[in-house]
């Protein structure tokens, strides 16, 4: 499916929509990976291997699909430091920052419900 080019003012962004770049950019930021990198990098600058050491479990491939994701979009700036071996550091740009307001939200959220979430599981599997 090709997305449609966003001509509109940010208010006709129709997420409904198969074809909406706002769609595309929700479908982008809603995964899993991407938000433990966003809450990982926070307000600090980190390398790829101290980003990996930070989200357990996910792979180098994923690190990597995701971290170029987020950079096409926006969110993270990804810095080539001129130096043997090759130093590279990814940090949130303005953009990432703001969404990360959100997903601090949703981590709170997530916290504060957990035990809740927990009990309805045991309710449906019973």
């Known amino acids: 499916m090709v997305t449609k080019q966003f001509s509109g003012s940010p208010e006709d962004a129709d997420l409904r929509r198969a074809d909406s770049l706002a769609r595309e950019i929700f479908s982008d930021i809603a995964n899993k990976w991407a938000l433990l990198i966003i809450e990982s990098l926070g307000g600090h600058t980190l390398r790829f291997s101290e980003l990996r050491n ?59 419900y957990l035990g809740h979430i927990e009990a309805s599981r045991h309710r449906f599997e019973a």
């Open 54 to 112: 930070e989200i357990e479990g996910i792979s180098h491939k994923m690190l990597t699909q995701n971290l170029r994701m987020l950079e096409r979009n926006g969110l993270i700036e990804r810095t080539v430091h001129p130096v043997v071996p090759p130093r590279v550091e990814y940090t949130l740009t303005e953009a990432g920052q703001a969404l990360r307001v959100t997903i601090d939200g949703l981590c709170n959220w997530t916290h504060h």
